[in-house]
DNA sequence: AATTTGCCCAACCGCAGACTC
DNA sequence: GGAGTCTGCGGTTGGGCAAAT
């Protein structure tokens, strides 16, 4: 029985695969100043780039696109990702929602390259009493309107902030289906106005 | 110097839901 | 309403590189 090809055999009989070079950087960055960064099968055919709609829309969202922010996740940002993933599990592209210039993908990345480990180190050593839930959903917020760009300090925020989070009104509501998610969007998209230090 | 190992990250895949006709 | 297509998401893979042996 044939084998199956391997990736690197498909790419040289179908569609261009593997890393983007300069040059399709280019013509797919120029088709999509023309026709938009939607209808992706379409901007792969306008860029004649032997890619399909799918890899365009993906070199875009995560390389191309304008504003992304290259470079080291800083602590704070960290924090941050470490207190989404706390609230919603593995859902990277809402945790990536709520850190400007970070995309789903790297935020992934990095999860799984070092904040995983950095956990389960953690939840070796530390088999100390559980945190207070409702500190946590505080000081998440807090983190949210830091790297948002709010300069002032957390710690005066956090004393000023009067917003009572209940711990079992918010479990609650992650136990009741779909609402729960739609609520936890709202909670993620909230205008800063939301937050009564801004 | 050569080889092995481990890590990082860009890119791919499969699936589900949204959209269009 | 249903079929076909497109889009977006999360999981996974594999190439490239540096450190270790």
Redesign the pocket.
Known sequence: MPMAP???Q?SKREA?????TSEEDQKLAQAIEIHGP????LVAAKAGLN?C???C???WL??LRPNIKRGNISDQEEDLILRLHKLLG?????IAGRLPGRT???I???W???LSKKIKQKENQNKSPKQDQSQDLRNSAIAMHSVAGNTEETSKRDEEMKIDFSRDEFLESFNEGPLNLEWMSRFLEMDESWFPFA
């Open positions: 391997t990736r690197s498909y261009n695969r593997g890393a983007w939607r209808r992706w099968k890619r709609g799918k890899s829309r993906l070199r995560n390389y593995n859902r990277w592209s809402l789903d993908n790297e992934k990345n990095y799984n390259s070092h």
